[in-house]
């Protein structure tokens, strides 16, 4: 019976052995042959649902359009949602996560440093702690920067109002990338001969008031970087700029579609598209996304709003008429 002992053990070992490899083994793909993709949006508003959108066009572009399986979800700006939605994903072993905007980005950061994450709707990577550098990121994080050519829209200021002394600014509080921005405008500004006042948000019932804040100030235009907590309520910060003839610069068309006057645009589908183009190489395999420098837009479209123009009664100067594409 001694032989049917050693042969009881010898298939115990084999079995645990097999099961072992098995654990130490998993598969990137579902037994169907798709990808498992998790999409995190911090809130819904035209900016961030455009680059969403562009992400999964992307996607589709390479012929990933049947290869995943994409769990969409928005963290409706709750920090709460975040965390929740980040330990689901990692919990779901998704094969690549899609962060849009800066807390999405650093909530996943938190959660997991072996799933490849790619951010969209983010400003600097680096200022935000999401990379080593954002030529050389070094760890899961990657993707496409929305940093808006700042000194480009302050020259647009002073060709819209050439008379323009000072230059409000309005952003939240909690937007790092906001900050970052506004520093640098106020930097490029201030070089100008221009002052700038600036004033924070915590959330959207707080910007009628700090708009009224700007207009008490005598403000002669005012700049939005792209902060997520202003983007989402453009028609509450018009509502009182609008009466007061004060012209708002945004960073992207959105903006200037939500009531702004006019920017050089930001191209949040663009960005989201080049996202998923990234995507499709790291699941393929044919880069990391350690090795994968952030990427960035590289032309920009002024954008204007042609009714606002008479809202405020400003004419445009021809220099920038000729280029203007006009919403």
Not at 9 to 14: F, G, K, L, Q
Not at 19 to 39: E, H, L, M, R, T
Not at 184 to 213: C, F, P, R
């Amino acid at each position: 019976m001694k032989w049917k002992k050693g042969l009881a053990v010898a298939i115990s070992a084999i079995t645990l052995a097999v099961a072992i490899v098995g654990c130490g083994n998993d598969a990137p793909k579902k037994s169907d042959g798709q990808y498992k993709v998790g999409v995190v949006q911090l809130v819904e508003h035209p900016a961030l649902d455009a680059a969403n959108k562009g992400f999964v066009d992307g996607l589709a572009s390479k012929g990933f359009k049947d290869k995943v399986v994409i769990d969409q979800q928005n963290a409706q700006a709750d920090q709460s949602n975040l965390n929740s939605i980040a330990q689901r994903f990692v919990s779901d072993k998704k094969d690549l996560i899609l962060a849009i905007a800066t807390p999405a980005a650093q909530t996943m950061a938190n959660a997991t440093k072996d799933i490849p994450i790619l951010g969209t709707a983010i400003t600097d990577y680096e200022s935000s702690k999401l990379v080593q550098s954002n030529q050389k990121p070094g760890g899961n994080i990657s993707g496409t920067s929305d940093m808006n050519p700042i000194s480009e829209q302050v020259d647009l200021i002073l060709k819209v109002v050439p008379k323009a002394k000072t230059i409000g600014a309005i952003y939240s509080s909690s937007e790092v990338n906001s900050q970052i921005q506004i520093d640098k405008m106020k930097a490029y500004a201030e070089s100008k001969g221009l002052k700038v006042v600036e004033v924070t948000v915590s959330n959207v019932n707080d910007i009628q008031q700090a708009a009224q804040n700007l207009v008490s100030q005598g403000v002669d235009a005012i700049y939005v970087p792209t902060d997520n907590v202003v983007a989402s309520a453009m028609g509450n910060l018009v509502s009182i700029t609008d009466p007061a003839k004060i012209p708002v610069f945004g960073s992207e068309d959105n903006q200037v579609k939500g009531g702004a006057l006019a920017t050089y645009s930001v191209d949040y589908y663009q960005l989201g598209y080049q996202t998923g183009i990234m995507a499709t190489a790291i699941l393929s395999g044919e880069k990391k996304v350690s090795d994968m420098p952030i990427e960035v837009q590289k032309e920009f479209k002024l954008v204007v709003n042609k009714e606002k123009l008479n809202t405020l009664g400003i004419t445009l100067p021809e220099e920038l008429k000729k280029e203007a594409q006009m919403i």
